[in-house]
């Protein structure tokens, strides 16, 4: 799976600069991909429409601005230009009745992997592609495959330990990001009011 995701990312270079990848397992079959999105944008319907080029596009926009995927009872959200991750309570409040992964960074680094259930952030790894300064809170079973899936690499392997924490929550959650999806065009994106969300 590491190796998928290392050809995922030699495919697309410029995700290497920043990103935020969030998949959301909902708990209750009620909860809808619009409940989500509501709960992401401080409670209010963000902004949708469709871009020609969401890549190109998502830099003129100072907001986060998202691809959105359906999996088997899954949903993952891109965001596509700045690595905008979101803050710890939107997390807790996405979290309430589902569970939650994200891993993101952007240019100034910030690259941490996160899980968060029941209401609240249950374990974060930061800055996990630097061996010397992993910074680890919550419970640390939670991140156990992750810190085995790190140890199997160079310490200086940034790419495969970046394709490590998209493999990991692939494990987890079952939801993969397809090869071509980041190039789409004419595509639907949402994007939302508050990029400190």
Do not use: C
Not at 10 to 30: A, F, I, K, M, R
Not at 153 to 174: M, N, Q, V
């Amino acid at each position: 799976m590491i190796d998928y995701y290392r050809d995922f990312f030699e495919q697309h270079q410029w995700l290497e600069d920043g990103l935020s990848w969030t998949v959301v397992q909902p708990l209750n079959e009620e909860i809808t991909p619009g409940d989500l999105l509501r709960r992401m944008n401080g409670g209010r319907d963000p902004e949708q429409r469709t871009m020609e080029y969401p890549r190109e596009e998502a830099m003129d926009e100072d907001r986060p601005v998202l691809l959105v995927s359906e999996g088997e009872g899954t949903w993952g959200f891109l965001e596509l230009a700045y690595g905008f991750g979101l803050s710890d309570r939107v997390l807790m409040e996405l979290s309430e009745e589902s569970r939650v992964w994200m891993v993101t960074w952007h240019f100034n680094g910030g690259y941490t992997v996160l899980y968060a259930a029941g209401g609240e952030i249950r374990a974060r790894m930061r800055d996990f592609i630097f061996t010397e300064h992993i910074f680890e809170q919550g419970d640390p079973n939670v991140l156990a495959g992750f810190r085995t899936m790190l140890d199997s690499l160079g310490p200086e392997d940034y790419s495969g330990k970046r394709s490590a924490a998209f493999a990991f929550i692939e494990a987890a959650t079952g939801m993969r990001i397809e090869a071509g999806w980041p190039d789409v065009e004419d595509a639907p994106v949402v994007i939302l009011d508050n990029p400190d969300a």
